[in-house]
Structures are given as structure tokens and as C-alpha cells.
């Protein structure tokens, strides 16, 4: 009998311990990276944007920015997950709208297209992107690097470009972070647009 209740009672400590475990569990935050592009309109402005079509080519990412946990760098050589603060799409696919839609403001159009079917059509600009940092750094900074490049030729993966971009992330939470890296996105977003704009006047 001592024996069944001395059960008993672990049992219930056990089960309390685990309510109490489920009720104090801290709730997971979702982000996003959101357009942060505005048009700038220029009096020396001499082409015609509306003609030009997007396409959207090859977008590599590196492996380890492919979860769905938001992840930094705690030195040079050792990453962090954090569990509880995700983001709300995969990363590379929340890039890839944004950068689009950037571009396609900067230029702009609302000729754009993810597959680049149209690439024997005229005025159609491919870009492809390889990302090899995007992120709170050890140092504390929020990067991005890529190299990159827009063909209208058909073929399907050049890079002839290399864009850094880097601003301070010291003491900035999550939202920052997103925010910040949204902003790096509209950065390289007006890079591609302006060399996008040089190929449409040499009629390349």
C-alpha cells in the first residue's frame, strides 16, 4: 500500500511539474522582411521603365540560412538558432518577393516574372544571386553580401557584380534586425535596378 501511493504521489508531482513546464513556455516570434524601396522620380529621367520586364533567375542561399530560426553568428566560426524567434517564411523566399519588388519600384514596372519564360521577348532583364551573408555578424553588425548579375541574353547564370552592404545591429532585437535587413535588401534592390536602367539605354 505505501508502495502504490508512494507511486502515486511521483506520478502527480511529475504531471504538475509538467503542466507547470508547459504554462511558463516562452511563445515563439515571427518575422518578416517587408519592400522598404520609394521611387525616386528624376527630372533627367529618359527611359521608358514600363518597357522593361523582370525576371527573376537563379537565387542561392547559403544552407545554414535556410532554417526557420533566426540566425546570427556568436564569433567568427560558431552560429545561433534561436528557437523562439523564426521567421514567418523561409528567408530565401521572403528575400527573393522583396528584392523583386524593390526593384521593380526603383525601375519601375509591374512586368515581372519568376520563371523568365520570356526571355527571347525584348527588354527582359534576368537577375541572378548568389548570398553568401545575410545578418547580425559577432561584431555586431547586420550584412549583406552577394554577387550578382541581370542578363537579357538568355543565358542562365552570370555574375559579374558583388555588392556589400553593413549597418550597426548593436542592442538591436529581432524587429530591428528585420527591419535593418530590409533595408539592405532595397540596397542592393537599387543597385540592380540602376545597372538594369545603364543595359536598357545601351540596348543590351
Do not use: H
Not at 16 to 25: H, K
Not at 67 to 88: C, G, H, M, T
Not at 146 to 165: H, N, P, V
Amino acid at each position: 500500500m505505501k508502495k502504490q501511493k508512494c507511486i502515486f504521489y511521483i506520478l502527480l508531482i511529475a504531471a504538475l511539474w509538467g503542466l507547470n513546464s508547459c504554462g511558463s513556455s516562452k511563445p515563439i516570434q515571427k518575422y518578416l522582411l517587408l519592400p522598404t524601396a520609394e521611387y525616386e522620380n528624376s527630372s533627367s529621367e529618359t527611359i521608358d521603365n514600363s518597357a522593361i520586364t523582370i525576371a527573376v533567375g537563379v537565387i542561392e542561399f547559403p544552407e545554414y540560412l535556410k532554417s526557420p530560426q533566426i540566425v546570427s553568428f556568436k564569433n567568427s566560426n560558431e552560429l545561433f538558432r534561436d528557437e523562439y524567434n523564426r521567421w514567418a517564411s523561409p528567408l530565401k523566399e521572403n528575400f527573393e518577393k522583396v528584392l523583386i519588388n524593390d526593384v521593380s519600384t526603383y525601375i519601375p514596372t509591374n512586368k515581372i516574372s519568376f520563371y523568365g519564360s520570356e526571355m527571347n521577348e525584348k527588354n527582359v532583364y534576368r537577375i541572378n544571386a548568389i548570398v553568401s551573408e545575410f545578418g547580425l555578424q559577432a561584431d555586431s553588425s547586420i550584412i549583406l553580401d552577394a554577387r550578382w548579375g541581370t542578363t537579357s541574353e538568355g543565358i542562365s547564370f552570370t555574375l559579374d557584380k558583388r555588392s556589400s552592404f553593413s549597418e550597426n545591429g548593436k542592442g538591436a532585437g529581432y524587429n530591428e534586425q528585420a527591419k535593418i535587413m530590409s533595408m539592405l535588401t532595397a540596397k542592393l534592390a537599387k543597385e540592380i535596378a540602376d545597372e538594369i536602367k545603364l543595359k536598357f539605354k545601351a540596348g543590351k
